[in-house]
């Protein structure tokens, strides 16, 4: 199947397929004699898998690390935690034990920065006091 047809069966866009396998998170698929793209059901699921990824929260470079192992995962499915591919079981590489970690400290920074602004919104500035007193 040409690439729009390929895009539209994995749920994204064609521009998005042209990204993918320029950052190396697809291999470059046969071409017509007319040098179109043409993409079979196993490109298809490589795709859902890699959009899956990137929807948990991967970017772009993380799924390209281990961009040669995702042919170990059976169709778009992620594998058990501990097995190959990106969780960093077995012969993985660790890319979703370190995106898991950066998510952490987001959170832990963003946490921090809600709790230092809300206890600035509810403990009114000493000026603004003296002045209304004045």
Known sequence: MRIGD????????????????????????????????????????????????LA????IE????????????EGDALPPYGSPGCTGGGSGSGVVQRRIAA???????LTDLRDRLASAVAEPDRTDQS????
Do not use: F, H, K, M
Request: net charge positive; aromatic share 2%.
């Open 62 to 73: 993380d799924v390209a690390r281990c961009a040669d192992r995702l042919d170990l995962l």
């Open 131 to 134: 002045r209304s007193q004045a």
């Open 56 to 59: 948990l929260g991967l970017t």
């Open 6 to 53: 390929a895009a539209a069966a994995a749920g994204t866009t064609p521009r998005a397929l042209r990204l993918y396998e320029q950052r190396g998170l697809l291999l470059p698929p046969p071409r017509t004699s007319s040098g179109q793209r043409e993409y079979g059901p196993r490109d298809i699921a490589r795709i859902r898998l890699v959009r899956r990824l």
């Open 103 to 109: 998510l952490d400290a987001e959170i832990a920074r």
